[in-house]
């Protein structure tokens, strides 16, 4: 995609989603567009490191724990603001980024071994979160005590601010995407290629190890929503597996490697799960994670680079095609 | 800490490491011999226990019978499963990640079909040897975890015995080592992918089976057992077999250390940081060889 293009697709999807917010809906349908448009933001800053660098981490939730517990937690105890709770536990994200990735990229610790290191990762943090009771409530969570609205304690009635919040905090990411452009293009050739990368000159490390600490540092601040806008977290879904692998499952279904890719992921899992859940949540509570693993697996092996993927190959189709029509013609068949 | 105190703990930590080996077995052929990490692994687990579940509340089948009906019936399912979903990923880069990814689909749909099925309780099956005890020079052994420790031990026999000693052995052997050169020497390198496959759950299913007298079923149970599973193979060395008895033991003493001087969660964190050092300076693990993948 041109890079050009994807700074306007990025202002007119903007402008759209904006336009959204006057329009007159129910007010879960206002919850599902928020749900997707975390979800949008949260795969597309997992996909900084995941997606481009090509370094599969399913323990990301590890740092929206990490952002979350801080934000709640400076707020309960010390009454911070937790507009800069949010700051402080994006850099404890970044801290506990640095002190995995550091050893991970220095020992070259690559595809199913860098993964269950995240994993690792993770499991650590959520059983640090149910071992310290006292200040983090264990497995019994914490919540958030409710306040009218307040615009320094990101608390608001009603969904609308909320849903204003993420919309920005999904352009910010998508933009510092955008913006990353070369750091993005190191990251692919480091993905495709690495020693080839670092004979070019690219410093592999550095790299690697600054696109995941802005990874990090964004799922966090993600985390810290999370908890403003749905007022209560514990360790086993904000620090769990479920999330970690939400986070892969949009931005793989959607495109890993590209820039819309986890927003077009968001936008059909999210509506489509939530749909699930509200006609057969009751009957068959599991219906919507199943429905998730088997578009996952069948992504996988019939889809492997998402949706965004599919007008390259319908592309690819016509080259071929116009091809075998100029061969047969007589021509020489030449690729343009 | 009395030394009575510290013998119980001792043999606590090994029937418990025996079970985890048993555990982990079939995870360590798999990436052994197929080079893949099956993240559905506990899932299987699961799978396995609400069969040996089932099995006793219907039929009143005894746990340890029920292995002998899990055997054949989750090799067929390994097999299935194979031909599904790990088959068309092999050989078209980027295996590894993609193989991680669609069996923590894989993992997705077990757990969630299993909620669908049979709903979130805990189930528990009581047999003869619930609750009962053996005692050996005044140490109490759990009588459930005693026989488990006895079949992982048949278990991991028989199959040292298939892999070493029979032509079939000799063969994924080979193709562990070097696919290339194993299908240059004429062995139908997907057939023992396949098989492979098959008997790796099938051994999975096995662990299930036996442990489910001693630890509640629900559908999330398997990823609990997840972690401690690639904790021991990668402890132990991914691929090597003794790695994993070797790491099952040393997990099971840990665990029990820990457990009885702080608390279970620090128990998990410890073994949990441990991995992460075996990964950082030894990911072939303790007991592996070669080099660095």
């Known amino acids: 995609m041109k890079p050009k293009l994807s700074l306007i697709i990025l202002a007119i999807l903007s402008i759209v989603l904006l336009s959204v917010y006057f329009l007159p809906m129910p007010i879960y349908y206002k ?16 996909n900084i490191m995941c997606g481009y660098a090509g370094r599969l981490s399913l323990g990301h939730a590890a740092f929206a724990a990490v952002g979350a517990y801080t934000t709640l937690i400076l707020y309960r105890g010390l009454g911070l603001s937790p507009w800069l709770g949010m700051i402080a536990g994006g850099l404890l994200a970044v801290c506990i980024m640095m002190l995995i990735a550091y050893p991970c990229f220095r020992f070259g610790l690559k595809g199913p071994y860098f993964t269950l290191a995240s994993i690792a990762l993770m499991e650590i943090v959520q059983n640090l979160l149910t071992f310290m009771r006292s200040l983090t409530g264990g497995s019994l969570g914490l919540s958030l005590p409710y306040k009218p609205t307040n615009f320094a304690l990101f608390q608001f009635d009603g969904k609308e601010t909320y849903y204003l919040i993420i919309l920005l905090f999904w352009a910010i990411a998508v933009f510092a995407v955008w913006k990353m452009e070369r750091t993005r293009y190191y990251l692919e050739a480091i993905r495709e290629d690495e020693s080839a990368a670092s004979a070019l000159g690219i410093s592999v490390n550095k790299n690697l190890i600054k696109a995941a600490v802005i990874s990090a540092f964004l799922v966090a601040i993600g985390g810290a929503f999370y908890v403003q806008y749905f007022r209560y977290i514990d360790p086993y879904t904000i620090a769990g597996f479920g999330l ?5 499952l949009v931005t793989i279904i959607g495109g890993s ?14 509506p489509l799960s939530e749909f699930l859940r509200l006609s057969a949540g009751t009957q068959l509570p599991g219906l ?42 007589g021509g020489s068949g030449v690729n343009e | 800490m009395s030394m009575e105190t510290f013998l119980q703990i001792i043999a606590s930590g090994i029937l418990l490491g025996g079970i985890y080996a048993l555990l982990s077995i079939g995870l360590n052929l798999i990436f052994g011999v197929i080079k893949i990490v099956n993240l559905a692994h506990g899932d299987f687990i699961m799978l396995s226990m609400y069969a040996t579940f089932f099995l006793f509340t219907t039929f009143k089948i005894n746990p340890y019978i029920s292995t002998l009906i899990v055997f054949p019936l989750f090799v ?19 295996t590894e990640v993609n193989t991680i990814l669609a069996t923590a689909g894989l993992g997705f749909v077990l757990q969630n079909a299993a909620l669908m099925l049979w709903g979130s309780d805990f189930r528990a099956i009581e047999t003869n040897l619930t609750g009962k005890s053996y005692e050996f020079a005044g140490i109490m052994l759990s009588a459930g975890r005693f026989w488990a420790f006895i079949v992982c031990l048949v278990v991991a026999g028989v199959l040292y015995y298939l892999l070493m000693y029979t032509s079939l052995g000799s063969k994924i052997r080979a193709v562990s080592q070097d696919s290339d050169a194993a299908t240059l020497m004429g062995i139908n390198v997907n057939m023992i992918y396949t098989l492979t496959f098959g008997v790796g759950i099938a051994l999975v299913g ?15 149970v398997g990823l609990y057992f997840n972690t401690l599973a690639f904790i021991i193979v990668v402890l132990g060395g991914l691929g090597s077999f003794t790695g994993a008895l070797v790491g099952g033991l040393i997990i099971g003493l840990i665990e029990t250390f820990t457990g009885v001087v702080a608390s279970a969660e620090l128990a998990q964190v410890f073994s949990l940081l441990i991995f992460l050092v075996i990964l950082f300076v030894k990911p072939e693990g303790i007991m592996g060889k070669g080099a660095r993948v």
């Open chain 1, 31 to 46: 919850h599902v567009l928020i749900l997707t448009l975390f979800y949008a933001y949260m795969g597309t800053a997992w």
């Open chain 2, 206 to 220: 096995i662990g299930g089976a036996i442990i489910t007298p001693t630890f509640y079923v629900f559908p999330t």
């Open chain 1, 244 to 248: 970690s692998l939400n986070l892969a």
């Open chain 2, 76 to 94: 067929i399912l390994g097999i299935i499963i194979f031909k599904l979903i790990i088959k068309p990923l092999l050989g078209k880069g980027e």
């Open chain 1, 288 to 329: 919507h994670l199943f429905v998730y693993g088997v578009l996952l697996i069948m992504t996988i092996i019939y889809l492997p680079k998402g949706i965004a993927s599919i007008p390259g190959i319908m592309n690819a189709k016509k080259i071929r095609k116009a091809n075998i029509k100029n061969a047969a013609a």
């Open chain 1, 257 to 270: 490697g590209t820039i819309f890719g986890p927003t077009i992921g968001a936008v059909i899992l999210i």
